[in-house]
């Protein structure tokens, strides 16, 4: 019976052991943004209820990298267009995951959605050992978005008309 409560207490104890984790090594990751596309009469383009849907199927994310547009789509991620459509608040939203990079402070994510032009995402981030989040988006050249002022990273953007071909 010794034996027993012995190597009970021995799992226990491991269990407890293997568990534990050191709070240096979590790593805090803060860098999806919320969009919204509507069109000039504020109808949701990601709803499909409108001509012009934007859905995940006509939609493409391109990275900048030293200046070389490169077309996003790693088939080995839960997302591998590095976005998803989804309406868990209610409202359809795009949930995108700007494009990072550990030796620089900003970089550009360019977005297809569509028939429309195609728009600029700039963001600027701290990437440190424990930390990567966003502070601050810019859409088209204007700030949308800023740690300052909001914490919740979401963004309207209204879509007047289709690119013209």
């Known amino acids: 019976m010794m034996n027993i409560n012995v190597s009970v207490l ?38 499909g209820n409108t001509s012009n849907t934007i859905t995940e199927q006509n939609t493409d994310l391109y990275y900048l990298n030293n200046g070389k547009k490169e077309k996003i789509f ?8 590095q976005f998803y459509i989804t309406d868990e608040s209610r409202e359809h939203e795009m949930i995108l995951f ?14 297809k959605a569509g028939t429309f032009a195609m728009d600029t995402l700039k963001v600027e981030y701290e990437h440190s050992q424990n930390v990567i989040a966003v502070h601050q988006l810019w859409y088209n050249g204007e700030l949308k978005w ?18 013209s071909n």
């Open 10 to 47: 021995l799992i226990i104890a491991l269990t407890i052991a293997g568990c534990s984790t050191s709070s240096n090594s979590q790593m805090v990751r803060e860098t999806d943004i919320r969009i919204v596309f509507e069109n000039s009469d504020g109808d949701n383009l990601l709803s």
């Open 146 to 163: 800023d740690t300052n002022e909001q914490t919740d990273r979401k963004i309207v953007v209204t879509k007047s008309s289709p690119e």
């Open 98 to 111: 700007p494009h990072i990079k550990s030796d620089q402070d900003t970089a550009r994510t360019l977005i």
């Open 74 to 81: 790693n088939g080995n991620h839960d997302y591998p267009k």
